[in-house]
């Protein structure tokens, strides 16, 4: 590995607690975030987290084990806390001794950072407040990601930089702290760096990595992309309870629109009941999602992206993009 000496001395802790030698996460992303890329990250330095989404456990087992075949160095599972079988999924990092578990996607339940951290593992979790981070870290949550509304996939409200301004001065002294979304250059690594996160989460910038299994057609569009292209889904009744989503606006934005009035409307005829309403709407965007991203139809599929996007235009080896980022956030200090 090059050395990068300002950039590693103000990572060191971030690293140090993820085991890989520079604070870059990679974020968790659907069908894109597999044991080709995962591993590539964390073989060329970074840690590669494999996104679980709607996996079953047989189906993780097999990826946790796939992922260790190409790469002996450390790497995550990301799990979504709505899962309905989130405590098997847990224990399929466990057998495996995964290191670090990433729950997203909501509070995580009664007893899974316990369960988690009975085996070892170390967990990160995400919080939209502050009040809500202190929460998590009292509870017993090792690392927390705070990201930004810039970011691809399910967001916030909130714009990362606001977001940072906040929780860092209150958290990052005695925290882990990652800062996430609309990071796609060192120089802004360089910043957040300064600000005391102890390092950063990129997915934007990982989504058209040369080992990405993503279609090309899907790459192509994160080409030809700027940022204004990167929109958030609209929420049209007040009733469901839709997270935001951040993907390039094609025809799929539009039906995403058409199913939520035809989920609203089951709702009102008492054909759904509110849980199984947020479900089709969540598995409206799996299926959107894997069309984008395995058969390439980024016409109607759904090709979530970060405002980043505009600052990817080529595929490059995941090696590659990380060696980038420390030599432009190496610079970026050197010149402070």
Not at 20 to 35: F, K, N, P, Q, T
Request: contains cysteine.
């Amino acid at each position: 590995m090059t050395a990068f000496p300002k950039t590693s001395a103000l990572m060191r802790r971030g690293a140090e607690f993820l085991g890989s030698d520079y604070a870059i996460l990679c974020g968790a992303m659907s069908w894109v975030s597999e044991r080709n890329l995962v591993a590539a990250i964390s073989n060329g330095g970074g840690f590669g987290v494999i996104a679980c989404g709607a996996m079953t456990p047989d189906l993780l087992d097999a990826e946790i084990a796939g992922t260790k075949a190409l790469t002996d160095k450390p790497f995550g599972v990301n799990l979504i806390t709505m899962h309905p079988m989130l405590f098997d999924l847990i224990e399929v990092c466990k057998r495996h001794q995964v290191g670090h578990v990433v729950l997203a996607g909501g509070i995580p339940p009664k007893g899974s950072v316990e369960a988690i951290k009975e085996f070892g593992g170390k967990v990160l979790v995400f919080a939209p407040t502050l009040a809500l981070a202190k929460k998590l870290l009292r509870s017993g949550a090792d690392a927390l990601v705070i990201e930004g509304s810039e970011a691809g996939g399910h967001i916030g409200p909130v714009a990362t930089s606001v977001l940072a301004q906040e929780f860092l001065p209150e958290l990052a002294a005695d925290h882990i702290v990652f800062v996430a979304g609309g990071i796609g250059t060192g120089e802004m690594i360089a910043a957040y760096r300064e600000m005391g996160a102890s390092g950063v989460q990129l997915g934007t910038r990982f989504a058209c990595a040369t080992e990405s299994i993503a279609h090309p057609d899907f790459k192509k569009a994160f080409f030809r992309a700027n940022a204004r292209d990167a929109v958030a889904s609209v929420q049209i009744d007040p009733r469901l309870p839709v997270i935001p989503v951040r993907a390039l606006k094609n025809k799929g934005t539009e039906e995403f629109t058409a199913k939520q009035r035809e989920v609203a409307q089951k709702l009102d005829d008492g054909k759904l009941d509110m849980g199984a309403a947020q479900l089709e709407i969540e598995h409206f965007w799996a299926g959107a999602l894997r069309r984008a991203v395995i058969d390439g139809d980024v016409e109607s599929g759904s090709v979530m992206a970060g405002q980043s996007v505009g600052m990817v235009k080529a595929e490059e080896p995941a090696a590659q993009i990380i060696q980038t980022l420390m030599q432009e956030c190496e610079t970026a200090l050197s010149r402070a």
